[in-house]
């Protein structure tokens, strides 16, 4: 990978963590709030089906998380399994493309 | 030999970061069938402290992460270490909130 | 109430090797300096390390002192334990007992461009360069660098990324960065953007936390990553 494509993960890397700062702020605020009102799992779903800002909300939840984790493992993956070169960032593709397809899967069933 | 605490905040950074890598797939997938299923398993305890222990590495890793941004993009010299105080307290923060909401 | 005598592990040997212990006598206001030199003049002369100023001035004296790289001139017996093992600096090949090869670590130094290239000709007038400038700060904090390699031996991304630049190199390269006067900036964002380069630095801070001369390097290298990625975003490298 050319110097550029890696000073390009870095800046990359940095937008989707404070994109995720901001999401997972909300959620987590989200999630304390309902599981303190002691809403329902139906209850929940009530309020979510239907709901295009929430939906729209989550699916930047998970473009950012889809960005964001496998710039991370990689360097763990080079670091500390020694793992480098095109194997290395094919593998991180798909786990990408894992977590976008399971993450929008998620999103659309809650939201949808 | 004992670190200093930029050192610790370096690694629970980096292993909440695996943990979260680890767990995100199969949060999204469960959270997908249980929406089309029932949601009782998730009231077992054992369930309840994974919930826990996921967001507290949500809540470190955040930590982590605005001490990393703060260090590379904020002017700085002598503060820092109380940057990996903030980002522990802020963990611990989270963590509690959470305990008392389960 | 401090023993007469003080039990010392050295390491002998190379990459393969073993902590070899030595009794010294024990004096006030001891160095490890010191008590290496002590052993070598009295009780084993095959015992090979360097040393220069023993004022804390040079840098040559830096060995790894109960597993942190320090300057042994400048560390005092009394502040490091009850126990004392002196090995020689980690994350660069030994070449005999203390004393290590420092090429790799000035061959990186010139890989990250750490040399001055000037715009200005004799024909041209002195440059004016306020020291009040923020760019001019950024430059002064770092430029007392004197090469000790403390810094490198204590960066864990160097001991797991032999490619990896180096907080020293990359700091002399921010300080370049930062000189006004100098007219290689684009060429020197190139050889350390990327995964050998400032990129590869995730703030573990332990340069900073070693240096003796209380310099910076990771905001060094954080100033190479916004200046990198300034660079990228307007299509300058």
Same mark, same amino acid.
């Given at each position: 990978?050319?110097?550029?494509?890696?000073?390009?993960?870095?800046? %990359?890397? $940095? %937008?989707?963590?404070?994109?995720?700062?901001?999401?997972?702020?909300?959620?987590?605020?989200?999630?304390?709030?309902?599981? $303190?009102? +002691?809403?329902?799992?139906?209850?929940?779903?009530?309020?979510?089906? +239907?709901?295009? %800002?929430?939906?729209?909300?989550?699916?930047?939840?998970?473009? %950012?998380?889809?960005?964001?984790?496998?710039?991370?493992?990689?360097?763990?993956? +080079?670091?500390?399994? $020694?793992?480098? &070169?095109?194997?290395?960032?094919?593998?991180?593709?798909?786990?990408?493309?894992?977590?976008?397809?399971? &993450?929008? $899967?998620?999103?659309?069933?809650?939201?949808? | 030999m004992?670190?200093?605490?930029?050192?610790?905040?370096?690694?629970?950074?980096?292993?909440?970061?695996?943990?979260?890598?680890?767990?995100?797939?199969?949060?999204?997938?469960?959270?997908?069938?249980?929406?089309?299923?029932?949601?009782?398993?998730?009231?077992?305890?054992?369930?309840?402290?994974?919930?826990?222990?996921?967001?507290?590495?949500?809540?470190?890793?955040?930590?982590?992460?605005?001490?990393?941004?703060?260090?590379?993009?904020?002017?700085?010299?002598?503060?820092?270490?109380?940057?990996?105080?903030?980002?522990?307290?802020?963990?611990?923060?989270?963590?509690?909130?959470?305990?008392?909401?389960? | 109430?401090?023993?007469?005598?003080?039990?010392?592990?050295?390491?002998?040997?190379?990459?393969?090797?073993?902590?070899?212990?030595?009794?010294?006598?024990?004096? *006030?206001?001891?160095?490890v300096?010191?008590?290496?030199?002590?052993?070598?003049?009295?009780?084993? *002369?095959?015992?090979?390390?360097?040393?220069?100023?023993?004022?804390?001035?040079?840098g040559?004296c830096a060995m790894t002192v109960n597993g942190v790289p320090r300057w042994t001139?400048r560390t005092?017996?009394?502040?490091?334990?009850?126990?004392?093992?002196i090995g020689p600096l980690r994350n660069l090949?030994?070449?005999?007992?203390l004393?290590v090869?420092?090429?790799?670590?000035?061959?990186?130094?010139?890989?990250?461009?750490? !040399?001055? /290239?000037?715009?200005?000709?004799?024909?041209?007038?002195?440059? /004016?360069?306020? *020291?009040?400038?923020?760019?001019?700060?950024?430059?002064?904090?770092?430029? !007392?660098?004197?090469?000790c390699g403390v810094c490198y031996a204590a960066c864990?991304?160097v001991k797991?990324?032999?490619?990896?630049?180096?907080p020293a190199?990359?700091?002399?390269?921010?300080?370049?960065?930062?000189?006004?006067?100098?007219?290689?900036?684009?060429?020197?964002?190139?050889?350390?953007?990327?995964?050998?380069?400032?990129?590869?630095?995730?703030?573990?801070?332990s340069c900073?936390e070693r240096c003796p001369?209380?310099?910076? *390097?990771?905001?060094?290298?954080?100033?190479?990553?916004?200046?990198?990625?300034?660079?990228?975003?307007?299509?300058?490298?």
């Open positions: 990978m050319s110097y550029k494509a890696q000073a390009a993960l870095w800046i %990359a890397q $940095r %937008a989707s963590a404070a994109v995720l700062a901001a999401c997972v702020a909300v959620h987590l605020v989200t999630i304390v709030y309902a599981v $303190r009102g +002691g809403l329902s799992a139906d209850e929940i779903l009530a309020r979510t089906r +239907g709901n295009a %800002a929430w939906l729209a909300f989550y699916s930047l939840f998970v473009l %950012a998380a889809t960005v964001h984790a496998p710039i991370g493992l990689r360097s763990v993956l +080079g670091e500390w399994l $020694r793992w480098r &070169g095109r194997s290395r960032d094919l593998a991180l593709l798909l786990f990408a493309m894992l977590l976008a397809w399971s &993450g929008m $899967r998620a999103v659309l069933a809650v939201f949808a | 004992k670190q200093h605490s930029s050192y610790w905040a370096f690694v629970v950074h980096r292993v909440s970061g695996i943990a979260l890598a680890a767990f995100l797939p199969l949060h999204f997938w469960t959270l997908a069938d249980a929406v089309n299923g029932s949601l009782a398993w998730t009231e077992q305890p054992l369930a309840k402290l994974g919930e826990w222990l996921i967001v507290v590495a949500l809540a470190a890793h955040l930590g982590g992460g605005l001490r990393v941004l703060a260090l590379e993009f904020l002017p700085w010299r002598d503060w820092q270490k109380s940057l990996a105080a903030a980002a522990a307290g802020l963990t611990v923060g989270v963590g509690l909130a959470l305990a008392l909401a389960l | 109430m401090a023993s007469e005598r003080l039990k010392v592990a050295v390491w002998r040997g190379a990459a393969s090797g073993a902590f070899r212990d030595y009794e010294v006598p024990r004096h *006030p206001s001891q160095t300096l010191d008590v290496v030199t002590h052993i070598q003049r009295h009780l084993d *002369p095959t015992l090979a390390y360097r040393y220069a100023c023993r004022v804390g001035m040079c040559s001139c005092h017996v009394d502040k490091v334990g009850e126990t004392l093992e090949p030994v070449i005999r007992d004393v090869d420092m090429r790799e670590f000035f061959d990186k130094w010139a890989r990250a461009k750490g !040399e001055f /290239r000037g715009r200005a000709t004799k024909q041209d007038d002195f440059a /004016r360069i306020s *020291p009040l400038s923020e760019d001019r700060k950024q430059a002064d904090a770092g430029i !007392e660098c004197i090469g864990d991304v797991w990324s032999p490619d990896y630049l180096g190199a990359l700091n002399r390269a921010w300080t370049l960065v930062s000189d006004a006067r100098d007219g290689a900036t684009i060429e020197r964002l190139r050889a350390v953007a990327g995964d050998a380069g400032c990129h590869a630095c995730h703030s573990h801070v900073t001369k209380r310099l910076s *390097p990771t905001a060094g290298i954080a100033g190479l990553k916004r200046a990198v990625a300034r660079a990228v975003l307007r299509g300058e490298l």
